[in-house]
Every structure is written in C-alpha cells, then in structure tokens.
C-alpha cells in the first residue's frame, strides 16, 4: 500500500511541477491532484485484504482458535475481481457448523475464491473453518486445509 501512495506523490508533484511551469492555472492542478488522490485510494482499496482474510490470518495465528468442518448450505456470487494472474469471485456462504442434523448451528461468511478452486465451495461441500473462541459469531475458512487460491 506505501508503493501506491509513493507512486501518488511522484505523479502528484510532478503534475504540479509542469503545470506550475507552464502557467495553467491553480484550480486545473487542484482538481488533478484530486483526481490522483482518489485513484490512489481506489487502488489501495482493491489490494488490501478483505475483513474475511484478516480474521483468518488472525485466528490461524491464534494458538486458543476452534478449528472446525462445517457443509456448505447456501451459496451466492456477490461480485467477481480480475487481476493480471487470476479471477476471483466473492462468494456469500451460508455454513452448517458442527454436526450435520438439526443441533448444528449456521454461519454466514463472504469470502473471494479463486474460479479455478469455485467447486470446492459448492452446496453440500466440506469445508475448514477458523472460530473465534471469544465470539463464535467471527468464523473464517481455514485457508491451510480449504485453500481459496491455487498457490
């Protein structure tokens, strides 16, 4: 994220220094600056880890975390993402935690799957999951047994 706001900064001065210099007028270099910090947020913003990846590299850390399976019940697309080296595809998962009658409970998660990795989220698959012992609410797949990317 340093690299994008340092990229920002060197175009950003250096807008400033041929506009400066070649007598355009203030507010044309203020709404370009603009221009650049918004894009620079926007970049940012799609290279930084989703709420779901931060709770399961803190709870994989996390030497107190259950570490349970649960069935995926429900499944939807809520948005795709394409990079250079791959297409992504946030899933919504409603999970069945625990054992698989009527005493387990269910969680809801959204979490980005690489496509080529789509089938091992489909309904009725297994799935690794990290909970959060102090609030079983916080539930994130456990990317060491269920990966979400092809490595």
């Known amino acids: ?17 041929w506009f400066i210099r070649d007598g355009v007028p203030m507010w044309v270099l203020a709404m370009v600056l603009v221009f650049d910090v918004l894009f620079a947020m ?3 913003g799609a290279l930084m880890a989703s709420k779901e990846e931060k709770l399961a590299e803190r709870l994989g850390a996390s030497a107190d975390t259950i ?3 649960g069935r995926v019940v429900e499944l939807s697309r809520i948005s795709t993402k394409e990079t250079g ?3 992504k595809t946030r899933l919504g998962l409603r999970v069945a ?6 005493g387990a409970r269910e969680a809801d998660l959204e979490v ?7 089938p ?21 797949v456990d990317r060491s047994r269920t990966p979400v990317q092809v490595q």
């Open 120 to 140: 091992q989220f489909a309904t009725g698959q297994t799935v690794h999951l990290l909970i959060d012992p102090a609030d079983p609410s916080l539930v994130a």
């Open 67 to 69: 570490r349970a399976v």
């Open 85 to 87: 080296t791959m297409h």
């Open 112 to 118: 980005w799957v690489e496509d080529a990795l789509l």
């Open 42 to 44: 926007l970049v940012a």
């Open 1 to 17: 994220m340093w690299s994008v706001a340092a990229v920002a900064l060197v175009c950003g001065v250096w807008f400033a220094y």
């Open 97 to 102: 935690v625990g054992a698989h009658d009527a």
